[in-house]
């Protein structure tokens, strides 16, 4: 008897839930569509049958499960994951497991990654950058106030859902400092992203994802990473000297710059905080930042008149007022794209502190120069 599968028909994954009486409950899902994969897990589009509810389910062989590391890396992964919730991370669904796989069942992101926008887009613009910046912010402010640092920040774990919204996935690397203070040594990171305090291995913190939001920043507005080589060991090498330049060929704002060149700084305790980044003079134009962007943008950039609307006004500033901190999961209003944020509003009060959890901010309300 063969035992392929028929590619013509769908694929069942059964969820058995033992009942107390003995008898089990059954819940399927119908597999679809591969989304991506990495390392030895694969992410596939999930239908709930029952509900019809479309999710991402991430997939990992128990055969890869062999090894205690393995195992409790897994175990970590869902524990932080399923603690998280706020408009701007992945949600975490559920998670269950057979014979031979362990699903995590994700909220699924269907417009892809910022990876796939810049491949498509090469480069983008400042508004485009300022409003996804932002999103990644608010993430960002809540995730370190819940003591997580995420450790893996780049263009492919920033998920794109079909209301324009950024969400931070993939928890695989992520730890949670058990006190203020504390410091990890494990060496962990995608190349490009990579901060130097860990490839140094003397204990890193929350600063890490501060330096993987700047090489986001310079990626999204030059078109390529800041450190990258042909060689990983090059790479690594240009990260620990920190040595980038600005290419002449590719336009990039004054603010901006000074925004790139203070995050990337090899001493972490001197690069700003998320508070002093959301402050800085690159992120406060004086116009409108949009809450989110129109589906456009995913093919072509935004069109001039689009633009218009969130220039600043003469001495009049668009009075937008937040609806909460951003590190907070108030932030999911129901708003048309048009609602946006002033850029002129004062985002250093204590209602909008992006400290880490017990510190104080380094540089009061002077922001980044």
């Known amino acids: 008897m063969d035992s392929k599968v028929d590619p013509s028909k769908p694929i069942i994954i059964e969820e058995k839930i033992q009942q107390v009486r003995g008898e089990a409950k059954i819940f399927k899902y119908q597999k679809?569509?591969?989304?991506?994969k990495g390392g030895f897990a694969k992410c596939y589009e999930f239908i709930k049958l029952d509900t019809k509810k479309l999710m991402a389910a991430k997939i990992i062989p128990k055969s890869t499960l062999t090894k205690s590391r393995a195992k409790q890396k897994l175990i970590s992964e869902?524990?932080?994951h399923k603690s998280l919730s706020h408009l701007h991370v992945v949600k975490f669904?559920?998670?269950f497991e057979d014979h031979d796989n362990v699903y995590i069942l994700l909220e699924l992101c269907t417009n892809q990654t910022l990876n796939e926008l810049i491949k498509k887009r090469k480069r983008l613009i400042d508004l485009e950058v300022q409003c996804f910046i932002i999103q990644i912010i608010s993430a960002l402010i809540y995730l370190h106030e819940n003591r997580v640092i995420h450790r893996d920040l780049k263009l492919g774990n920033l998920f794109i859902n079909d209301k324009m919204e950024i969400k931070i996935g993939d928890f695989g690397l992520a730890t949670r400092l058990d006190f203020d203070g504390e410091k990890r040594k494990t060496i962990c990171g995608t190349p490009n992203y990579i901060a130097p305090e860990i490839l140094k291995g003397k204990g890193h913190s929350y600063e890490v994802d501060i330096w993987s939001l700047g090489v986001i920043i310079y990626t999204?507005?030059?078109?390529?990473?800041?450190?990258?080589?042909?060689?990983?060991?090059?790479?690594?090498?240009?990260?620990?000297?920190?040595?980038?330049?600005?290419?002449?060929?590719?336009?990039?704002?004054?603010?901006?710059?000074?925004?790139?060149?203070?995050?990337?700084?090899?001493?972490?305790?001197?690069r700003p905080n998320l508070n002093e980044i959301a402050n800085h003079p690159f992120l406060n134009t004086g116009g409108t930042i949009p809450r989110v962007l129109p589906q456009s943008i995913l093919g072509i950039p935004p069109s001039q008149s689009y633009l218009k609307q969130f220039q600043p006004q003469g001495n009049t500033l668009r009075v937008n007022q937040l609806p909460q901190r951003l590190g907070e999961t108030g932030m999911n209003e129901t708003r048309g794209p048009q609602w946006g944020m002033s850029t002129g509003n004062n985002w250093s009060s204590s209602k909008m502190n992006g400290n880490r959890p017990g510190t104080q901010s380094k540089t009061g309300n002077s922001g980044v120069k």
């Open 32 to 36: 679809g569509k591969l989304l991506g």
């Open 78 to 80: 869902i524990k932080i």
């Open 93 to 95: 669904e559920h998670v």
């Open 220 to 270: 999204m507005l030059i078109g390529k990473p800041p450190y990258e080589t042909p060689e990983v060991k090059t790479t690594y090498e240009k990260i620990k000297q920190n040595i980038y330049t600005f290419p002449d060929s590719v336009p990039i704002a004054d603010t901006a710059r000074a925004l790139i060149t203070r995050i990337l700084n090899l001493d972490p305790s001197k």
